[in-house]
């Protein structure tokens, strides 16, 4: 059996002499004996100030057997994991074979290698191997599918080489919490537009309120059942009322110096007559009279069914725009009282 050890320049003082030829070889007939005085080379991990260095390993030529050690399996093994040495093991044996599965096992548990030498000529080359596997460093990178939570996960660690397994552990890892800005964006999405289709669908469905009517002239807000304004027919001296056409029964009074009359809506009397133009006439109101003027509409102003440019309106008299009849009246006095219509 034989034990090599690689201390570096600094492990003089141990078992292993180094030499201008390299490392001494040492025999031993007491393989775990052996075993047991190579790891005490090594001080524990906790130990600081060491002269040898940090990297240990001890790579063993053997046959596997074991004349008596008073060191078993389980207690070399035991000081070679407390003290973090992997021992790799190279097995060669012309008598029996048995015994080269204990090696193995000694380096599978210590998280070495173990090489099979069949032949005296293979041991050089399974040392080479090995060599190289000892100056090798590995970095370990994977990609995990834990969850992005923040707590505490186990994962477990496993290195095999040549179907030997060089390492084994497990390790709590904490994950850092990840916020998923884009799954958070489709939600942000999703509820903007869930609170669009509910703004819309209120808007559409909800009662709206009747439209506030107001009197073009006094400009005051009117109740929808009236027909006129009560304010402008108090003030007014006279007031047109339709007899016939669309808006028939609605009385217009008439009030302040000029009124216009048609069918666009910035007139001051809006008739719902296709035949009507935009600007169709104007009233001028002065001193008591009230004179109507064609403002070049299509049809003309007929007054009691005679078309005319200009008149003077008298009570009574009937104007028609399009098909739209206006009786002229003028507000009587009473005998007693306010005057009335």
């Not at 370990?140 to 992005?148: F, S, V």
């Not at 008298?314 to 507000?331: S, W």
Request: proline share 6%; aromatic share 4%.
């Amino acid at each position: 059996m034989r034990v090599l050890r690689r201390l570096g320049r600094a492990g003089r003082a141990a078992l292993v002499r180094q030499s201008r030829r390299g490392p001494q070889v040492r025999h031993h007939r007491l393989q775990h004996d052996g075993l047991m005085r190579a790891i005490a080379a090594f001080p524990p991990d906790d130990s600081r100030g060491s002269p040898l260095p940090g990297a240990r390993a001890i790579v063993l030529v053997a046959d596997g057997r074991d004349n008596g050690s008073a060191a078993d399996i389980e207690t070399v093994v035991g000081e070679a994991r407390k003290r973090g040495i992997p021992v790799h093991a190279v097995g060669h044996s012309e008598v029996e074979q048995e015994p080269l599965a204990q090696l193995a096992q000694i380096s599978v548990r210590t998280s070495g290698t173990y090489r099979p030498a069949p032949a005296p000529t293979d041991v050089l080359g399974a040392l080479s191997a090995v060599r190289d596997l000892v100056h090798f460093e590995y970095l370990l990178e994977w990609k995990t599918e834990l969850p992005h939570d923040g707590k505490d996960h186990r994962v477990e660690i496993a290195l095999q080489v040549d179907s030997n397994t060089l390492l084994q552990s497990a390790l709590t890892v904490r994950t850092p919490r990840f916020l998923d800005w884009l799954r958070v964006a489709a939600f942000a999405a999703l509820a903007l537009v869930a609170l669009t289709a509910s703004a819309a669908i209120f808007y559409f469905a909800r009662k709206r309120p009747h439209p506030v009517r107001r009197c073009a002239l006094c400009h005051k807000k009117q109740m929808p059942e009236w027909d006129a304004c009560p304010r402008c027919l108090e003030e007014a001296q006279a007031l047109f009322l339709v007899q016939k056409g669309l808006d028939k029964g609605k009385r217009f009074p008439l009030l302040g110096k000029s009124v216009s009359l048609g069918s666009g809506p910035d007139n001051v009397i809006r008739l719902a007559d296709g035949a009507v133009s935009g600007k169709h006439a104007g009233l001028s109101i002065e001193a008591g009279r009230f004179e109507i003027v064609d403002l070049g509409s299509r049809n003309g102003v007929l007054v009691n069914g005679r078309k005319t440019p200009r008149r003077l309106l008298e009570d009574g008299d009937v104007i028609t725009l399009g098909v739209t009849e206006l009786k002229f009246e003028r507000r009587t006095p009473g005998e007693a009282g306010p005057a009335r219509w």
